[in-house]
């Protein structure tokens, strides 16, 4: 689990998205963490403390004259065993508490007293206006000085009826967030392509040829590369699958079309003020042919029972194209073997000229939720046991960044 052993406090403040405080809430327990819930008087008028212990099953502070700890001191107990202080939704007013130090309520009062090593998360939730005005900005800018770190907010439509910047992230967003913020930043600064998923090859505008890829293990990386710093742009096939919070995504069907928005990726960003994409890893599962007669109208049986006659043409291998830029990225492919994986793993790395291949076996990989690894490197191979294509996805992005660094 994402979060095992991780204990949150999770301080909420007055305003109406103190609802998905408990779908939060709730999210985090799925996810391992264990949650004390600090509520302020505002926001014990939006949510009860009853839901909020209900759900996290552990009873609610609110008070800081509360006497149920044993010597009485609630703002410093509460944190001295925590990992992270988590406050969502985090009003304009309590942002202005947190800014100048204010301790006249519990949770602003544990804020102030918490151990300097422990981390501060706000996920900011107000209206646009409030969100807007300087006096909040001037706070946010301090807040990020004094090493808070902010979740959003997000802009769209308010329960109040105005649009804009305000909105407090999602329940899974902010999961998400958390979860990073646990993660080690070992592609900060660093910038990845990556393609993952399918391709679909039409036959005529209503068939067409593709392949078992899930996308699951090249969204599990795209996410992994994300809680490690990188900026990802995922180039991904059709699948059904959410794109991972904070990942830029570009759809595309065809093999072709996915080779031409990853070279304009490679070639447009190297100029930009962007920098150059650092890490490149192909992990869809490409067609290697497309249909060169593909019909533009739908193709309708033959009285006479005959089939039509396709005739294919090869794609463009993006990885072998990418890595024979004259400065390629570093490159990273991936192999699906059906036998042999030892022997071909090692032929395929060096036909596709990249440092690093990633082997795996057919029938164990496509659509499952775990996997096994092996990676091929100038040094030989080493395996990745079976386990949970997102922890795999992290042990890769650590093995991808111990061979950039090292
Ligand atoms: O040759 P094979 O298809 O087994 O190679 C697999 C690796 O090459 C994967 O990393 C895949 O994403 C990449 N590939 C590609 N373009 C193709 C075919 C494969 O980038 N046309």
Same mark, same amino acid.
């Given at each position: 689990?994402?979060?095992?052993? *991780? ?6 403040t007055g305003g109406i998205a103190c609802y998905k ?8 327990? *799925? ?9 302020t008087?505002a926001a014990?008028h939006f ?15 609110? +008070? ?23 406050i969502a939704p985090c009003s304009t007013d309590f942002m202005s508490k947190l800014a100048h ?21 706000i996920a900011p939730a107000m209206n646009v206006e409030m969100w807007q005005n300087p006096a909040t900005q001037r706070n946010a800018k301090q807040l990020l ?5 902010l979740l959003g907010p997000g802009a769209g439509e308010q329960a109040c009826g105005e649009v804009g910047m305000g909105r407090m992230l ?18 900060? !600064? ?24 899930? !996308? *699951? ?11 490690? #710093? ?26 072709? /079309? ?29 067609? +290697? ?43 990273? #492919? ?27 076996? #057919?029938? +164990? ?22 386990? #949970? *294509? /997102? ?16």
């Open positions: 689990m994402d979060l095992a052993d *991780k204990r949150i406090v999770l301080g909420l405080a408990a779908e939060l809430t709730r999210a985090l327990i *799925k996810a391992g963490a264990s949650v004390q819930v600090v509520m008087t014990t949510i009860t403390a009853v839901t909020m212990q209900g759900l996290s099953g552990k009873p609610v502070f609110t +008070d800081q004259w509360d006497a149920r700890i044993g010597n009485n001191m609630p703002h410093i107990d509460l944190s001295r065993d925590a990992d992270a202080i988590v130090g204010a301790c006249d309520d519990l949770l602003s009062t544990l804020c102030v007293a918490r151990p300097a090593t422990l981390p501060l998360l000085e004094d090493g808070i770190r999602e329940a899974d967003q902010l999961l998400a967030e958390i979860i990073a913020w646990f993660q080690p930043k070992l592609l900060q !600064g660093r910038r990845l392509l990556l393609t993952a998923g399918p391709t679909f090859e039409p036959i005529d505008p209503v068939r067409g040829i593709t392949n078992l890829s899930s !996308g *699951k293990m090249g969204y599990a990386l795209a996410r992994a590369a994300c809680e490690a #710093g990188a900026e990802v742009t995922l180039v991904s096939g059709p699948t059904a699958l959410a794109t991972p919070y904070g990942v830029r995504r570009i759809s595309v069907q065809t093999a072709q /079309q996915m080779h031409d928005i990853v070279m304009h990726q490679l070639t447009s960003q190297s100029a930009d003020s962007a920098g150059a994409i650092d890490i490149f890893v192909a992990v869809a599962a490409v067609a +290697d042919w497309r249909v060169a007669n593909a019909s533009p109208q739908k193709l309708e049986k033959n009285a006479n029972g005959s089939a039509p006659a396709l005739v294919f043409e090869q794609n463009p291998d993006i990885l072998a194209t990418v890595a024979a830029l004259p400065k390629p990225p570093y490159c990273v #492919g991936f192999a699906v073997e059906s036998e042999n994986l030892l022997q071909y793993g090692e032929a395929k790395r060096a036909r596709k000229k990249v440092p690093l291949l990633v082997g795996n076996i #057919g029938h +164990d990989t496509f659509g499952k939720d775990d996997n096994q690894l092996v990676l091929f490197d100038a040094n030989g191979h080493t395996h990745l046991p079976r386990a #949970g *294509k /997102q922890q795999l996805a992290r042990q890769l992005i650590a093995a991808i960044a111990a061979r950039l660094t090292g």
